[in-house]
T-cell receptor, first 114, second 111 residues
């Protein structure tokens, strides 16, 4: 089983749609969770951190379910500019340190069309 | 200027050649990473370093070596390049909250 698994996608949605991405992780000791966005041939950029209580940033809402080891990202009112690959990222605890190396999911491709 | 800078941005090299990819950062982070990205395989960790005297292998370190010359510099070497090392390489740093910041990437082609 992969350490971090995402919906395979791709997702093709019209402008204005609501779309949700899911991600599961295998290491229950994982400490931190993030969503990154990557445009074609560009570097990944942090979209938002994911907190246990859930958090929102404009049209984006992230949620974490530690019991099910599950992370989600919801995008409301999709824009053409939201077209990108969305990466789920988990900080896996390494050797008892309070922080560890980041493990990336394979990414989900989103295309928003007019 | 970018906070995390990679050089070169693009490189074509021949099989068997030694090549070094360089990374420098101005973010003041102790933690630095090298990843490679291949279509369908996502980002895979090659090496990481939590401070100047700390070097750790990632999941795909074979065929690669690294050097942490200073807090701000972390270089990746391919001692004898082979075609399956053709990929997009990213250097990254992370802060104490584990948020990662990436360089713009180096597109390496081994022919």
């Amino acid at each position: 089983r992969k350490e971090v698994e995402q919906d395979p996608g791709p997702f093709n949605v019209p402008e204005g749609a609501t779309v949700a991405f899911n991600c599961t992780y295998s290491n229950s000791a994982s400490q931190s969770f993030f969503w990154y966005r990557q445009d074609c041939r560009k570097e990944p950029k942090l979209l938002m951190s994911v907190y246990s209580s859930g958090n929102e940033d404009g049209r984006f809402t992230a949620q974490l379910n530690r019991a099910s080891q599950y992370i989600s990202l919801l995008i409301r009112d999709s824009k053409l500019s939201d077209s990108a690959t969305y990466l789920c990222v988990v900080n896996k605890d390494a050797g008892g340190t309070s922080y560890g190396k980041l493990t990336f999911g394979q990414g989900t491709i989103l295309t928003v069309h007019p | 200027d970018a906070d995390v800078t990679q050089t070169p941005r693009n490189r074509i090299t021949k099989t068997g050649k030694r090549i070094m990819l360089e990374c420098s950062q101005t973010k003041g982070h102790d933690r630095m990473y090298w990843y490679r990205q291949d279509p369908g395989l996502g980002l895979r960790l090659i090496y990481y370093s939590f401070d100047v005297k700390d070097i750790n292998k990632g999941e795909i370190s074979d065929g690669y070596s690294v050097s942490r010359q200073a807090q701000a510099k972390f270089s990746l070497s391919l001692e004898s390049a082979i075609p399956n090392q053709t990929a997009l390489y990213f250097c990254a740093t992370s802060d104490l909250g584990s948020r990662a910041f990436f360089g713009q990437g180096t597109r390496l082609t081994v022919v």
